[in-house]
């Protein structure tokens, strides 16, 4: 984990790797996308967590600021080719959070570009506070703050404005998807949490930035990879 950090202070990419001990092994692999001004270090406890209940876990970072949510989502569409080809024989789940929700509808459902991504090797994918519907306060400090526009790229796509680019985030077939809102979210609004063809949603006691660290998150997210539900019973 130094190294990783290390590198996160160089500003340079942070990915990172956890596989299970061989007596806790799933044989199944989970890949978190983290969201908006985060890194990959924030996902380092779910991360940690999945890892103890048998997920090979892939992490993968970006740096939010610097592109459009297209450009951002044709970059992680490579990246899950390349753990899909690491991973031949194993099935491969997403965990997101925020932004990288709208990134995977991306990856996933505009898939006409090189690499294509076989989404059938898609088992199950969370979402964490998913934008689907945009966000009013995305929307606030373009109007208000537009020199955040330009700071912060993907900032006025994410705006729930009805011409802003997340409401033309494609549609995709396959994986099972569960959606887990934050009941005190001020930044995602609970009915922008919902997502076309999506399988369950939930809500969890939280707000929006620091669900991921949130133990009933990770209980939650494991419940639905493992099971296909957030149902206890």
Do not use: Q
């Not at 130094?2 to 692999?29: I, N, S, T």
């Not at 705006?159 to 680019?165: L, T, V």
């Not at 959606?179 to 999506?198: I, N, R, W």
């Amino acid at each position: 984990m130094l190294d990783v950090l290390a590198k996160y202070l160089k500003g340079e990419k942070c990915y990172f790797y956890m596989h299970p001990k061989p007596k806790d092994d799933r044989h199944e692999v989970v890949v978190l996308i983290h969201g908006l001004i985060r890194r990959s270090v924030d996902l380092y406890p779910m991360s940690k967590f999945l890892c103890k209940n048998g997920f090979t876990v892939y992490v993968y970072d970006y740096k939010t600021s610097t592109k459009g949510i297209v450009a951002h989502g044709d970059d992680l569409r490579e990246y899950l080719c390349k753990v899909i080809t690491e991973n031949p024989e194993t099935s491969v789940n997403i965990v997101t959070h925020s932004l990288g929700g709208i990134l995977t509808r991306y990856a996933l459902g505009k898939n006409d570009k090189t690499p294509i991504l076989d989404v059938s090797r898609i088992k199950r994918i969370v979402m964490l506070a998913p934008p689907h519907g945009g966000s009013k306060v995305a929307r606030r400090f373009v109007k208000y703050l537009p020199f955040t526009g330009r700071w912060v790229k993907p900032l006025a796509e994410l705006s729930d404005a009805k011409d802003s680019e997340v409401h033309s985030a494609p549609l995709f077939e396959g994986p099972e998807v569960g959606v887990v809102a934050a009941k005190y979210d001020k930044e995602v609004l609970l009915k922008d949490t919902y997502f076309h063809g999506m399988k369950e949603h939930c809500i969890i006691k939280s707000e929006h930035s620091f669900m991921v660290y949130l133990k009933s998150a990770h209980e939650a997210v494991l419940r639905f990879l493992t099971t296909g539900t957030f149902k206890t019973d």
